[in-house]
């Protein structure tokens, strides 16, 4: 069974009630992932590539519109871009921040979150700082955490902040560490990977760890998910999203109905 969050549009006044509304107002509505325009709501359509080009982000974007997929994911060089392309339309720009290791001041997160929100991104995924993870930092983690959600929640309507905690490189001890400081800190999402650490990406056993350990957070899988039985694996273990560059193959492969053979998965690890 997979659960999509919806939240409803609403103007802050502060700060502060910007936060308690993300935190605690959550409408749950149940949802069977049974035809293609569903599974794709869930997808966020991705390319973070270093060499990406002006006319690969906009094969991108003319994809997301085309398949309905939530959002594009790009580098700040190309949310301006990827905001133009998609305006007026229903798909959300996301853009990264601290990619791909996460270890940059809490000053220039800050910095990168706002210039890709004045770029035009409707959703931040920041790579959390993961020193202060694997040390237990909770002092550090939760403070970097609040300077960005605040930037997020400070903007008409809130910016969706999204933290990646590399899960594959972790303990479980660190996972549970970093989803309960993420908790804490009241962001939108906790992400699994940003697919490009050495130590892999998400696992079924990680999603359902991170949602038993931060319930009132959402879960995005991200790393190796390149099938249609992965994806739906990773919702069915309680991911509300999905960070792939597979995701055209990803719906074409649900509309033939290809769900039991992840060949391609283990060919592409």
Known sequence: MVFVTQTATKVFVDVETAVEFFRKIRIHNEVMVTDEKQLAGCIDHTLLAPTATREQIKQLCEEAKTYGFHAVSVNGRWVALAAELLAGSKVAVDGVVSLPLGADSTKIKVAQAQDAIFAGADEIDMVADLASIIEGDTAYLLNQLHAVLKVCRSMRPPVILKVIIESAALTRDQKIFACRIAQQAGVDFIKTSTGLHPAGGATVEDIKLMK??????????????????????????????????????????????????????????
């Not at 999905?242 to 074409?252: A, E, L, W």
């Open 212 to 269: 038993e350990t931060a319930p009132n957070c959402r879960i995005k899988a991200a790393g190796g998910i390149r099938t249609a039985k992965q994806t739906l694996e990773m919702l069915e273990a309680g991911a509300e999203r999905i960070g792939t560059s597979s995701s055209v193959q990803i719906i074409n492969e649900f509309r033939a109905g290809r769900l039991n053979d992840d060949t391609n998965s283990r060919q592409n690890r």
